[in-house]
């Protein structure tokens, strides 16, 4: 599935470093546009991929635009660096992009970024290890405890993720929901959640290609999981209304797309819910939750 691409910039080589880019990776980009300033970006429809250029907003901050922005947006926001590319991806990051770029843009690496479902470079190589003549037994114990450390990760993954589809499993999701509605609450910031409810059952295998069509759309800072085998869940951090219904639009259609049959061979029908807090008629994380989950016939 193709997403639009958007840069914010006046600046025509930061235009043309991301014109090369999508050009790299044409089965991930769609339509191109560009707006040189806030007046521009107004009057367009903006949502997929969005390359931001600091330097529009000189002297305001770029960070709290990037939180009213994704509060009524659906949109993977990358935002531009000059300074440190560890400190500004952090920050980017902790306001719900996903994350940074360092100037000038290398057209290669961006491609990287916007051709992958999640905004994270498709493989990324690790440094090779510098040569060191180490004696027999520091070598041994390297790989025993690299091999240990890799094990702790596998339990871990196995322990919070859904061994079907890769989501997250119901249990983490929950505990997540839980810490998300006590932020959302206490700073007062939109938190959106998303059902989507099947009206049958299918084979694991086709629940994978549901679980990457939700992913398609999801965020680093978004949190999906598989509620049961007819349900899925999305929790949606900084997502105010307009937000939350466009992501439902575009799942619920991308899953209708698939032509799911269920386990009886007849077509699947989608149901997505939607729910925003705060919302004081909601007075903990599982009315929330009860809110958009399906109700038993």
């Known amino acids: 599935m193709k997403r639009s691409l958007t840069v ?4 025509a080589d930061i235009v043309t470093a991301c ?3 999508a050009a790299l990776v044409p089965e991930a980009i769609g339509d191109f546009q ?3 300033s806030l007046m521009e ?6 949502d997929g991929l969005v390359v931001v250029d600091p330097a529009v907003f000189a002297p305001l901050s770029v960070q709290e635009w990037s939180l009213e922005f994704l509060r009524n947006h659906r949109a993977l926001l990358f935002l531009l660096t000059q300074g440190d590319l560890a400190d500004a991806d952090g920050l980017a990051r902790f306001v719900g992009a996903q994350g940074a770029v360092s100037l ?4 290669e690496a961006l491609a990287d970024l916007l051709a992958s479902p999640f905004g994270a470079p498709r493989s990324v190589k690790p440094a090779p290890a510098p040569s060191v003549d180490a004696e027999t037994l520091g070598q041994s114990l390297t790989a025993m405890l690299g091999h240990r450390i890799d094990e702790d990760r596998e339990v871990f993954l196995r322990h919070i993720t859904d061994a079907e589809t890769g989501l997250f499993a119901s249990d983490y999701w929950e505990h997540r929901l839980d810490e998300e509605f006590k932020r959302s609450n206490r700073f007062r910031f939109p ?3 998303v059902a989507f409810s099947m009206d049958g059952e299918v084979a694991d295998a086709r629940a994978l290609e549901v679980a990457s069509i939700i992913l398609l759309d999801t965020r680093d800072v978004d949190v999906a999981a598989r509620w049961d085998h007819r349900t899925f869940v999305a929790l949606l951090p900084h997502t105010g209304p307009a937000g939350v219904a466009l992501f439902a639009e575009r799942v619920t259609q991308g899953l209708k797309k698939l032509g799911l049959k269920d386990l009886m061979s007849e077509t699947v029908e989608w149901e997505a819910s ?3 807090c705060p919302d004081a008629s909601l007075v903990s994380a599982q ?3 009860q809110s958009v989950l399906p109700q038993p016939a």
């Open 274 to 276: 939607v729910g925003v």
């Open 191 to 193: 938190l959106g959640l």
């Open 287 to 289: 009315a929330f939750l």
């Open 34 to 36: 560009v707006s040189a």
């Open 8 to 11: 914010f910039s006046a600046d």
């Open 19 to 21: 014109q090369k880019a």
């Open 104 to 107: 000038p843009i290398q057209p």
């Open 41 to 46: 970006l107004a009057e367009q429809t903006v």
